[in-house]
């Protein structure tokens, strides 16, 4: 309906709005196992106060000695020894769900991570 120029917004939009809704899309996947574990690190991380990582510490195996991927990840919040189950550390325990991860690790599958060669 024409009201000398103005157009009438109840004759227009006299029935119900619909808005198209679409899903959330899904989270990409991640591009390599490595950031797959990296997000996983950093969920733990922020869960406990802490910044997350940009990228995974280079560390020795378990059969090189030393700290390992996740015990360096993890040793500002006070870890100590993390196994393939959980990390341990003054006043903290956690159970990480990792363990495959480091066993691949310590298996030499992720060499771009090994610091002592």
Do not use: Q
């Not at 103005?6 to 950031?35: F, I, Y």
Request: one cysteine or more; charged letters at 25%; a negative charge.
């Amino acid at each position: 309906m024409n009201l000398g120029g103005m157009v009438d917004l109840d004759a227009v939009h006299s029935g119900a709005m619909t808005v198209p809704t679409e899903a959330p899309a899904p989270p990409a996947a991640p591009a390599s196992p490595l950031d797959d574990v990296l997000r996983r690190v950093n969920r733990i991380r922020t869960a406990h106060g802490a910044d997350p990582l940009y990228e995974l510490p280079a560390a020795c195996t378990a059969w090189e000695g030393g700290g390992c991927v996740l015990e360096r990840a993890f040793e500002d919040l006070g870890v100590l020894i993390v196994d393939y189950e959980r990390a341990y550390g003054r006043h903290i325990e956690f159970k990480h769900s990792l363990g495959d991860f480091a066993r691949d690790f310590d298996a030499g599958r992720y060499p771009e991570l090994f610091a002592c060669r």
